[in-house]
């Protein structure tokens, strides 16, 4: 029983490390609730975790919710595919995006790049601050829609006084924990993560 288990671990960190379309993994999925019509949820496969917004209207991502049991992450399109008997949810949103860098292994010792990013405010709540605008440096991460996106942030003294300006410097890393930043005067502000409109 343990060898099955061993190998099928095995085989799930292979297929999500190649990243090849339509190779899956075993998952398993927790709700973290609803955040401004869409829905919150942790990804835990092949020993990672991942954490994604899923479109909060569609009918497959909604039924997830009912599921017991594991799931499958299959590496499809831009963020991947939730599976399960039959119901396919494609998330909208990333907010692991350290995770998000790693898998695609671009290491570079050129300088941090920074470029303008310009925003508005979406939605606000007890954790999280979204706002829409146009984030450059998204493309780093694979991120497609850059110009228009909304961007993720954590509720607090240091990301409000930044996000206030409606614009600033963003800045992307290619190794630490802040992946994308928004530089404030003293302070960088973290984002969380990317979603599409």
């Known amino acids: 029983m343990l060898l099955v288990a061993a ?8 297929a999500y490390t190649a990243t090849l379309p339509g190779t899956g993994s075993s998952a398993s999925i927790e709700w973290l609730g609803e955040r401004a019509g869409y829905l919150d949820v942790r990804v835990s496969t092949a020993g990672r975790g991942l954490r994604f917004f899923l479109p909060g209207d569609a009918p497959d991502c909604l039924a997830l919710r009912d599921v017991s049991g594991e799931i499958r992450y299959v590496n499809a399109g831009l963020l991947g595919l939730l599976e399960h008997d039959g ?27 920074r470029a303008r990013a310009t925003w508005k405010p979406v939605a606000r709540d007890a954790e999280l601050v979204l706002v829409r605008g146009r984030f450059p440096l998204a493309g780093q991460l694979g991120w497609v829609g850059g110009v228009d996106t909304i961007a993720v942030f954590e509720v607090g ?8 300006q409606g614009v600033g410097s963003l800045e992307y ?6 992946v994308l930043a928004l530089i404030g005067q003293r302070e960088r502000c973290p984002l969380l993560g990317l979603v599409r409109p």
């Open 173 to 178: 890393r290619h190794a630490g924990q802040d």
């Open 87 to 113: 119901l396919r949810c494609e998330p909208v949103g990333i907010l692991s995006l350290d995770e998000w860098r790693r898998r695609r292994a671009r290491g570079s010792r050129e300088p941090v790049p």
């Open 157 to 164: 003294p240091v990301c409000d006084a930044v996000l206030e």
């Open 7 to 14: 190998v099928g671990c095995t085989t799930d960190r292979a």
